[in-house]
T-cell receptor, first 113, second 113 residues
Framework: EAGVVQSPRYKIIEKKQPVAFWCNPISGHNTLYWYRQNLGQGPELLIRYENEEAVDDSQLPKDRFSAERLKGVDSTLKIQPAELGDSAVYLC???????????FGAGTRLSVL | GQNIDQPTEMTATEGAIVQINCTYQTSGFNGLFWYQQHAGEAPTFLSY??LDGLEEKGRFSSFLSRSKGYSYLLLKELQMKDSASYLC??????????????WGLGTSLAVNP
């Protein structure tokens, strides 16, 4: 069974440029999460989807960040424009069932120069 | 409020046993997770505790005491590949939804030969 797939693995951009990340969750997982993780820190939730509905986006910086999950499967996270402080690893996870164990993708490491 | 504490760093010797502690303060506890994260990789699920007691899974065991707000992850017969960050995460119903995890900062474990 395929795990959570994310692309790209690495992205280097200049500040003020836009960037987008893509995530394909585990098949059948209704819940999808986007996290940001800085070095030496735990994951920080940005947004959580139940199917196609964003049910928790309280931590998403809405002035520059946006996300979508059309058709309740794949999801994209966009930053426009990127700032130096956005450099981090962006992780996507998915879960389902009563225990809701979250399974993570390999992440996208973003460097903003 | 919500708070999770775990040691920042630990060092152990190959073949030994190490215990990584996690204390938490939540008002709506509904389960505790341990994840392993190797440098540059995504977190991977290790264990889940919702009732008091010890859950054993091969070389890894996890313990929970809900009355004390305390958990530990026990790693036996340490191997070099166990060098990683270990993340404690708590599901808190008071956070608004049972699918939201509160993450600790992680404990970086170094296993030396």
């Amino acid at each position: 069974e395929a795990g959570v797939v994310q692309s790209p693995r690495y992205k280097i951009i200049e500040k003020k440029q836009p960037v987008a990340f893509w995530c394909n969750p585990i098949s059948g997982h209704n819940t999808l999460y986007w996290y940001r993780q800085n070095l030496g820190q735990g994951p920080e939730l940005l947004i959580r989807y139940e199917n196609e509905e964003a049910v928790d986006d309280s931590q998403l910086p809405k002035d520059r960040f946006s996300a979508e999950r059309l058709k309740g499967v794949d999801s994209t996270l966009k930053i426009q424009p990127a700032e130096l402080g956005d450099s981090a690893v962006y992780l996507c996870a998915s879960s389902s069932g009563q225990l809701n164990i979250q399974y993570f993708g390999a992440g996208t490491r973003l460097s903003v120069l | 409020g919500q708070n999770i504490d775990q040691p920042t760093e630990m060092t152990a010797t190959e073949g030994a046993i190490v215990q990584i502690n996690c204390t938490y303060q939540t008002s709506g506890f509904n389960g505790l997770f341990w994840y392993q994260q190797h440098a540059g990789e995504a977190p991977t699920f290790l264990s889940y505790n919702v009732l008091d007691g010890l859950e054993e899974k091969g070389r890894f065991s996890s313990f929970l005491s809900r009355s004390k707000g305390y958990s530990y992850l026990l790693l036996k017969e340490l191997q070099m590949k166990d060098s990683a960050s270990y993340l404690c995460a708590v599901r808190d119903l008071s956070a608004g939804n049972n699918r939201k995890l509160i993450w600790g900062l992680g404990t970086s474990l170094a296993v030396n030969p």
